[in-house]
């Protein structure tokens, strides 16, 4: 327990706590008659109103029974990007492939030609009102991918955008640079030119201007070798950056054992991972982020392992993948059910897996995640009676009120 604040800023009483906090001995870590109590942003007591230290503080919020959660994490989105794919979706319903598709101009090529094109302005307005959409429904930390540039300028404007989005909205913005998430057209057949490019000078300007908090690559037979991979990893952790990885989505070349191999914070998708690469990741600590809406919105059949890495010990985040052509999703509450229904999740492990495992899979598993002094106050405060609605209830937003560092 926190030692006694002589002062808070702010207190919630007469409320149910989720604190998600490991070892908490309940399911969810819950605390029926809980105390959050919050003092320049950060939690000084988060428990049960009979062992709270005295408080004085200049606001006492009545939660009226509600439950408050740790603000919700949302750990691997592609927010900033210019146009939709909407007409390829149709096209795709008539039965066109994505060979053919991508062969008229289609695919991630056109969210990259539309990407190009757009001002800093545009793309902004355009994220904004997705990442308005996540902060609706709770959220309170999103990670924010490039990847849509594929050019030095283009890849610098995406970043920008997305540390404007955290300069101007109430959320903590995390930044990837994913260069390295396809070939862009003027490389075709000269991957390893383009990795020249990403690893010398991109990677130096967007380290130059401070614009990513890490490193990611799409590691895949459409993508990239893992000995391209490996070599992004090399020249990112050189210049201090941690590494993501997107891995076995669509088949197995131990991309997920190789992020492991080189510290990664998470490998992402996993529908292909074997048992190898599950130890791998266990060995490191590398979170497993699954991604239903992309499963979902591209029709997979192949699940990832769940039985594996619950085995073995994996932390699960997951995370709506929000992007234009494989996962236009931007309901994290969608998320937790898609998690439940599609892979078996309990609610507890899907609602970890916003919360704290996808801080984890950020980095910030000592900021934020869990309900617990300390660490930063971000919350959720729902209008439910079991922590379980926020995964049973499909279209419906049962959030009553957002913290956001105490405010």
């Known amino acids: 327990m926190a030692a006694e604040p002589s002062h808070c800023d702010r207190i919630w009483v007469n409320a149910r706590l989720a604190t998600m906090a490991p070892g908490a001995g309940q399911p969810y870590g819950a605390v029926?008659?809980?105390?959050?109590?919050?003092?320049?942003?950060?939690?000084?007591?988060?428990?049960p109103r009979s062992e709270a230290p005295t408080l004085d503080a200049r606001e006492t919020v009545d939660c009226g029974g509600r439950w408050i959660t740790p603000g919700l994490i949302d750990c691997h989105t592609h927010l900033v990007y210019g146009g939709d794919r909407a007409h390829e979706f149709e096209l795709?319903?008539?039965?066109?492939?994505?060979?053919?598709i991508a062969r008229a101009g289609g695919g991630?090529?056109?969210?990259?030609?539309?990407t190009r094109a757009a001002s800093e302005a545009e793309l902004f307005a355009s994220a904004d009102r997705r990442?308005?959409?996540l902060i609706a429904e709770g959220v309170t930390t999103v990670e924010i991918k490039s990847g849509y540039g594929l050019e030095q300028q283009a890849e610098l404007k995406q970043l920008a955008v997305a540390r404007q989005l955290g300069r101007e909205r109430p959320v903590t913005v995390r930044t990837t640079f994913l260069a390295a998430h396809a070939v862009p057209p003027?490389?075709?057949?000269?991957?390893?030119?383009?990795?020249?490019?990403?690893?010398?000078?991109?990677?130096d300007a967007v380290t130059a201007q401070d614009l990513a908090d890490a490193v990611d690559v799409f590691c895949e037979g459409i993508a990239f070798s893992p000995e391209e991979t490996a070599r992004v990893f090399t020249a990112a952790r050189a210049k201090?950056?941690?590494?993501?990885?997107?891995a076995e989505q669509l088949s197995n070349l131990g991309g997920a054992a190789l992020a492991a191999e080189h510290g990664a914070l998470s490998a992402d998708h996993l529908e292909y991972l074997d048992e190898a690469g599950v130890i791998?990741?266990?060995?490191?600590?590398?979170?497993?982020v699954i991604l239903p809406g992309a499963f979902y919105f591209?029709?997979?059949?192949?699940?990832p392992p769940i039985d594996l890495l619950r085995k073995h010990g994996v932390a699960i985040a997951l995370a709506t993948d929000a992007n234009p052509g494989s996962s236009p999703l931007t309901s994290p509450l969608l998320v937790l059910n898609m998690a439940c229904t599609l892979f078996r999740l309990t609610p507890e492990e899907a609602l970890a897996g916003l919360t704290r495992h996808a801080a984890k899979a950020l980095g910030l598993q000592d900021e934020i995640g869990t309900l617990e002094a300390g660490k930063r106050c971000d919350l959720a405060i729902w209008e439910i009676e079991r922590p379980a609605e926020l995964a049973y209830r499909i279209g419906f937003n049962p959030l009553h009120s957002r913290i956001w560092n105490g405010q």
């Open 32 to 47: 029926e008659d809980g105390v959050v109590a919050a003092r320049d942003g950060r939690i000084v007591f988060a428990g």
């Open 92 to 100: 795709r319903l008539q039965g066109a492939s994505y060979e053919e």
């Open 108 to 114: 991630i090529l056109s969210t990259v030609k539309a």
């Open 131 to 133: 990442l308005g959409a």
């Open 186 to 203: 003027e490389f075709t057949g000269r991957s390893g030119d383009y990795v020249d490019q990403i690893t010398g000078p991109m990677l």
């Open 240 to 246: 201090g950056l941690p590494v993501k990885i997107h």
């Open 280 to 288: 791998a990741m266990a060995r490191s600590g590398t979170v497993a």
């Open 298 to 303: 591209l029709r997979e059949t192949q699940k």
